[in-house]
């Protein structure tokens, strides 16, 4: 989807704080909460068209603006910051920033830009005011946390400046706050976990992995959150589904019974499976639908193949962030930038899993899984998907003019164009996947994503890639191989990748391009490498 272009007199106060890369694992079970900067709501009218009440006026604006700078300082070694747009009810995108223009959440749904929002209110009477910050989730738009603090009309950036410190240090530190959130969130709703975006968090074991047809085995189901925690009260669905817009596959090849479980106190469920006549093959895929603790709607997922087909149980999940600046790009002050000629970021986050079912397997397996049949290949390998869900982000901020400005009292006069591209995976566009293990050795990794806003499109995003290659001997890069020895697994050897690898690359302060790429990649194999 290509989103509409705004053409404002703006301020790129947080298009250069944004997407930035340095964000650590400091949250509940290691994730990194995804924080939205909006801006205050000003809810004071104009003072006047010229002088002294005029910058006191537009100064009223800068209180949140220097509030989220001073909690982008004190908080990214935790917090992922990112940039909000306005959404119309025709689904267009617009970024929209200015002096004096202020883009807020609305009342709905905001988990587009982030897992929870920053925002504010200023108000005035006479000339006293009060500068309050809220912290809330995105979905639920509880409030996490809270600041007001109180201040004297003032056209003085520095006393401005004040203010806003001192609210941004009632709020700091985010991460602390959102951690005790969700975790209250979890102890007074049974449906909520810590954990989401499809993660194969049930665990499907059945008392027999080989069924003939019409055969029939007992199963359980184990549901534990991402930090151990026993999920008790979860409903268990086994048909297919469409969750947030992605489609999450149901049980083939056969019939659960009964329809629907529910966990028990230590988060466990039976169930019976059993195999539709003239089946050889059958899978058992599980999911159930949860709420994050910012009131966001996800599901977890699981799957189990029943069979005696060989076969590779492919689970991916990956994330890159990105920033590109070119021109002049050195940050001297809070209210003082050199202005760079163009700023773009780019955000990913893709999860599949599936089933690979090759042929003419010997010692070695060369794997390569097309979105659709590839004309002149050879290969009759299968793949079936459990999940395929993903997403990317592109900002693209092209300056007017470079130089240096103050902010102080008067404001910004640069014209940029702001450029928003949005995609997201579909079941009727798998993503090309590559791999290679050779003396059971996992040798190499590679994926094309498929987007259709991104196919065959190079403007959807340009300079930063479609996909990734991957070589056992790349740096920051982690390969492993190992037996599975337990006697009751299906599965024979298991691969694993795990990277988590910062970008950065730069000449001087004319061009500067840093990101973060992080991949969990694991590869179960029912084949033990011999012949």
Same mark, same amino acid.
Not at 5 to 19: D, N, P, R, S, W
Not at 228 to 249: D, R, V, Y
Not at 375 to 396: C, E, H, Q, W
């Given at each position: 989807?290509?989103?509409?272009?705004?053409?404002?007199?703006?301020?790129?106060?947080? $298009?250069?704080?944004?997407?930035?890369?340095?964000?650590?694992?400091?949250?509940?079970?290691?994730?990194?909460?995804?924080?939205?900067?909006?801006?205050?709501?000003?809810?004071?009218?104009?003072?006047?068209?010229?002088?002294?009440?005029?910058?006191?006026?537009?100064?009223?604006?800068?209180?949140?603006?220097?509030?989220?700078?001073?909690?982008?300082?004190?908080?990214?070694?935790?917090?992922?910051?990112?940039?909000?747009? $306005?959404?119309?009810?025709?689904?267009?995108?617009? $970024?929209?920033?200015?002096?004096?223009?202020?883009?807020?959440?609305?009342?709905?749904?905001?988990?587009?830009?982030?897992?929870?929002?920053?925002?504010?209110?200023?108000?005035?009477?006479?000339?006293?005011?009060?500068?309050?910050?809220?912290?809330?989730?995105?979905?639920?738009?509880?409030?996490?946390?809270?600041?007001?603090?109180?201040?004297?009309?003032?056209?003085?950036?520095?006393?401005?400046?004040?203010?806003?410190?001192?609210?941004?240090?009632?709020?700091?530190?985010?991460?602390?706050?959102?951690?005790?959130?969700? $975790?209250?969130?979890?102890?007074?709703?049974?449906?909520?976990?810590?954990?989401?975006?499809?993660?194969?968090?049930?665990?499907?074991?059945?008392?027999?992995?080989?069924?003939? =047809?019409?055969?029939?085995?007992?199963?359980?189901?184990?549901?534990?959150?991402?930090?151990?925690?026993?999920?008790?009260?979860?409903?268990?669905?086994?048909?297919?589904?469409?969750?947030?817009?992605?489609?999450?596959?149901?049980?083939?090849?056969?019939?659960?019974?009964?329809?629907?479980?529910?966990?028990?106190?230590?988060?466990?469920?039976?169930?019976?499976?059993?195999?539709?006549?003239?089946?050889?093959? &059958?899978?058992?895929?599980?999911?159930?639908?949860?709420?994050?603790?910012?009131?966001?709607?996800?599901?977890?997922?699981?799957?189990?193949?029943?069979?005696?087909?060989?076969?590779?149980?492919?689970?991916?999940?990956?994330?890159?962030?990105?920033?590109?600046?070119?021109?002049?790009?050195?940050?001297?002050?809070?209210?003082?930038?050199?202005?760079?000629?163009?700023?773009?970021?780019?955000?990913?986050?893709?999860?599949?899993?599936?089933?690979?079912?090759?042929?003419?397997?010997?010692?070695?397996?060369?794997?390569?899984?097309? =979105?659709?049949?590839?004309?002149?290949?050879?290969?009759?390998?299968?793949? &079936?998907?459990?999940?395929?869900?993903?997403?990317?982000?592109?900002?693209?901020?092209?300056?007017?003019? &470079?130089?240096?400005?103050?902010? @102080?009292?008067?404001?910004?006069?640069?014209?940029?164009?702001?450029?928003?591209?949005?995609?997201?995976?579909?079941?009727?566009?798998?993503?090309?996947?590559?791999?290679?293990?050779?003396?059971?050795?996992?040798?190499?990794?590679?994926?094309?994503?498929?987007? =259709?806003?991104?196919?065959?499109?190079?403007?959807?995003? =340009?300079?930063?890639?479609?996909?990734?290659?991957?070589?056992?001997?790349?740096?920051?890069?982690?390969?492993?191989?190992?037996?599975?020895?337990?006697?009751?697994?299906?599965?024979?050897?298991?691969?694993?990748?795990?990277?988590?690898?910062?970008?950065?690359?730069?000449?001087?302060?004319?061009?500067?391009?840093?990101?973060?790429?992080?991949?969990?990649?694991?590869?179960? @194999?029912?084949?033990?490498?011999?012949?």
């Amino acid at each position: 989807m290509k989103i509409q272009l705004a053409f404002v007199t703006t301020v790129f106060f947080f $298009l250069f704080l944004v997407y930035q890369s340095n964000a650590q694992e400091c949250g509940n079970c290691k994730l990194t909460p995804r924080v939205a900067n909006y801006d205050c709501d000003v809810q004071v009218p104009k003072l006047a068209d010229t002088g002294e009440a005029l910058l006191q006026w537009r100064q009223l604006y800068w209180l949140g603006k220097h509030a989220n700078a001073f909690l982008y300082q004190s908080n990214r070694g935790c917090i992922q910051f990112t940039q909000p747009v $306005l959404v119309d009810e025709k689904g267009n995108e617009t $970024l929209v920033v200015g002096e004096t223009h202020t883009m807020l959440p609305g009342s709905g749904d905001a988990s587009q830009s982030g897992d929870y929002v920053l925002t504010g209110s200023v108000k005035l009477s006479g000339t006293k005011g009060v500068l309050h910050l809220e912290l809330q989730s995105a979905c639920s738009r509880k409030i996490v946390s809270a600041a007001s603090v109180p201040f004297n009309l003032s056209s003085e950036s520095s006393y401005m400046q004040e203010i806003a410190q001192q609210a941004a240090s009632q709020l700091s530190p985010l991460i602390e706050k959102i951690k005790q959130f969700e $975790l209250k969130e979890r102890q007074e709703n049974k449906q909520v976990a810590l954990t989401g975006f499809f993660s194969e968090e049930i665990k499907v074991t059945p008392q027999k992995g080989k069924l003939k =047809p019409g055969e029939e085995t007992e199963f359980t189901i184990e549901i534990k959150d991402c930090d151990g925690q026993p999920l008790k009260e979860m409903q268990i669905e086994f048909t297919k589904a469409t969750i947030a817009g992605f489609n999450i596959e149901g049980t083939t090849g056969g019939i659960v019974t009964p329809s629907k479980l529910m966990t028990d106190a230590a988060g466990r469920a039976k169930g019976k499976f059993k195999m539709g006549t003239g089946n050889l093959n &059958a899978m058992i895929s599980a999911h159930s639908l949860v709420k994050k603790p910012n009131g966001c709607s996800d599901a977890f997922v699981g799957s189990v193949e029943i069979g005696t087909t060989p076969h590779l149980k492919v689970n991916l999940d990956y994330a890159l962030y990105g920033t590109t600046k070119m021109g002049l790009v050195s940050q001297t002050q809070v209210d003082t930038f050199q202005v760079g000629v163009e700023n773009s970021s780019f955000i990913r986050n893709h999860r599949a899993i599936l089933y690979y079912y090759p042929v003419n397997v010997s010692q070695d397996i060369n794997a390569n899984i097309f =979105p659709t049949s590839m004309r002149g290949m050879p290969d009759n390998s299968k793949s &079936a998907y459990v999940l395929d869900a993903g997403f990317y982000n592109f900002i693209n901020k092209l300056s007017g003019n &470079a130089g240096l400005d103050k902010v @102080s009292n008067s404001g910004f006069k640069e014209k940029d164009t702001s450029l928003v591209f949005a995609g997201r995976a579909r079941s009727s566009s798998r993503p090309e996947i590559h791999f290679n293990i050779i003396k059971n050795k996992l040798a190499n990794f590679s994926i094309e994503f498929n987007y =259709p806003e991104e196919k065959d499109n190079e403007e959807a995003h =340009p300079g930063y890639p479609t996909g990734f290659i991957i070589e056992s001997d790349d740096p920051g890069t982690k390969f492993t191989s190992r037996k599975i020895t337990d006697p009751n697994s299906r599965y024979k050897m298991e691969y694993k990748v795990i990277i988590s690898r910062k970008i950065d690359n730069s000449n001087g302060e004319v061009y500067k391009t840093d990101g973060l790429e992080e991949l969990v990649l694991t590869i179960l @194999s029912t084949y033990d490498g011999s012949k």
